[in-house]
């Protein structure tokens, strides 16, 4: 029998309200259009089925050479009020090339307070749930507006199965019309 995260048995748990609109959306059908995405969901899959859950460790330079420069590791950083803050560890060279280098900073410190509340809802539901999700992103700030991503946003455990990590992989593409 496959056991539950920590996350999905938390009965004072709070899901966010997410936040969503034409340009940024969350799915949990993990059906992408970018094969390197079913790849790294299928692995994810493989490591976290014998526990429920996969740690940092099942994720090792073997493992992730394919997706390196696509991928970004978050902790996750519990707050005293039981909210979260999400600090990047890792931060792979082509998301560098469209956002600077943000390995040691907290997500907050680059992304516009406008845009706070969907990066945290979306963040916060892959924690409290234990399940991977799908982003899609039409950015529309003024020096990547031209830009749209996919992204699958993977929870790590450590050996109790607590979440205490994202691991994110990121491609970039033109920005689609509706």
């Not at 940024?24 to 089925?49: P, S, V």
């Not at 090792?60 to 707050?79: C, E, G, H, W, Y």
Request: hydrophobic share 40%; net charge positive.
């Amino acid at each position: 029998m496959k056991k539950a995260s920590p996350a999905q048995s938390r009965p004072d748990a709070r899901i966010p309200g997410l936040v969503e609109d034409e340009a940024f959306r969350f799915d949990a059908t993990l059906e992408f259009d970018r094969a390197e995405l079913n790849q790294l969901r299928d692995i994810w899959k493989q490591k976290a089925a014998a526990r429920g859950f996969a740690t940092r460790a099942d994720f090792d330079a073997r493992t992730m050479k394919p997706f390196m420069r696509n991928v970004s590791i978050l902790d996750v950083v519990a707050q005293p009020d039981g909210t979260r803050r999400y600090r990047y560890r890792f931060f792979g060279s082509s998301i560098v090339e469209v956002f600077g280098e943000q390995t040691g900073h907290f997500i907050e410190e680059f992304i516009p307070p406008d845009k706070m509340a969907r990066w945290t809802a979306g963040h916060d539901l892959v924690v409290l749930s234990g399940r991977p999700l799908r982003f899609r992103i039409a950015y529309n700030s003024p020096h990547i507006n031209y830009l749209s991503s996919e992204s699958l946003v993977l929870p790590l455990g450590d050996e109790q199965g607590t979440i205490v990590m994202l691991l994110c992989c990121i491609y970039f593409g033109p920005k689609r019309t509706p």
